[in-house]
């Protein structure tokens, strides 16, 4: 006895089976980009009231805020924080700028997070940005290169270091006042 099938039964099957392996390497692939990246509103983009418009412009660029908590850093904090910048010249007077006033550290979550997160930011120098960028988060709220309103994380590894230093092991000098935690 042989089994014969249809034409119909044999395109459906295959066309089928296609869609189906395609689907599944799609959501695959969308997985394996989906990112968290560490943001931080400086002190300066808190007290130049740059905060709402920030946040606007990271919700509309299709990033998800899952935690965000607004913090005091103190000296230790920052420099440890910081540590990888210990021998350059600026150290510092950033340290003394990150602790001159609370900052909003957040948790992004989006495909792509951590450079899609840089590039909407601009460039370190906010003067620079002005000009090269000036679309970008640090062109709309930044002075210069330290004063440049907001952080993000340069790598995934950073972003991740990053993000442990704030929400998983947050040193004892840090005070926070949680806005939300979603993760």
């Given at each position: 006895?042989?089994?014969?099938s249809?034409?119909?039964?044999?395109?459906?099957l295959?066309?089928?089976?296609?869609?189906f392996?395609?689907?599944v390497a799609?959501?695959?692939g969308r997985?394996a980009?989906?990112e968290r990246?560490?943001a931080?509103?400086?002190?300066?983009?808190l007290?130049g009231?740059h905060?709402?418009?920030?946040?606007?412009?990271?919700?509309?660029s299709g990033?998800?805020?899952?935690?965000?908590?607004?913090?005091q850093?103190?000296?230790e904090s920052?420099a440890?924080?910081?540590?990888e910048?210990?021998a350059?010249?600026?150290?510092p007077?950033?340290?003394?700028?990150?602790?001159?006033g609370?900052?909003?550290?957040?948790?992004?979550?989006?495909d792509?997070?951590v450079s899609?997160?840089?590039t909407?930011?601009?460039p370190?120098d906010?003067?620079?940005?002005?000009i090269?960028?000036?679309?970008?988060i640090?062109?709309?709220?930044?002075t210069?290169?330290?004063?440049?309103?907001?952080h993000g994380?340069?790598?995934?590894?950073?972003a991740q270091r990053e993000i442990?230093?704030f929400f998983?092991?947050?040193?004892?000098?840090?005070?926070a006042?949680?806005?939300?935690?979603?993760?």
């Amino acid at each position: 006895m042989t089994v014969r099938s249809s034409p119909f039964l044999t395109r459906w099957l295959f066309f089928g089976f296609f869609f189906f392996v395609l689907s599944v390497a799609r959501s695959a692939g969308r997985e394996a980009r989906s990112e968290r990246t560490l943001a931080i509103i400086k002190p300066d983009g808190l007290f130049g009231n740059h905060m709402d418009a920030v946040k606007k412009i990271i919700l509309e660029s299709g990033f998800r805020i899952l935690k965000e908590k607004i913090i005091q850093l103190d000296e230790e904090s920052a420099a440890s924080f910081y540590a990888e910048h210990s021998a350059r010249s600026f150290f510092p007077s950033l340290v003394q700028y990150m602790t001159s006033g609370p900052v909003l550290v957040m948790v992004l979550g989006k495909d792509d997070a951590v450079s899609s997160w840089r590039t909407l930011i601009g460039p370190t120098d906010a003067s620079k940005a002005k000009i090269t960028h000036p679309q970008s988060i640090r062109a709309m709220c930044g002075t210069d290169a330290e004063k440049n309103c907001v952080h993000g994380s340069d790598s995934p590894q950073s972003a991740q270091r990053e993000i442990s230093f704030f929400f998983h092991s947050m040193p004892s000098g840090i005070n926070a006042s949680f806005i939300g935690e979603t993760l």
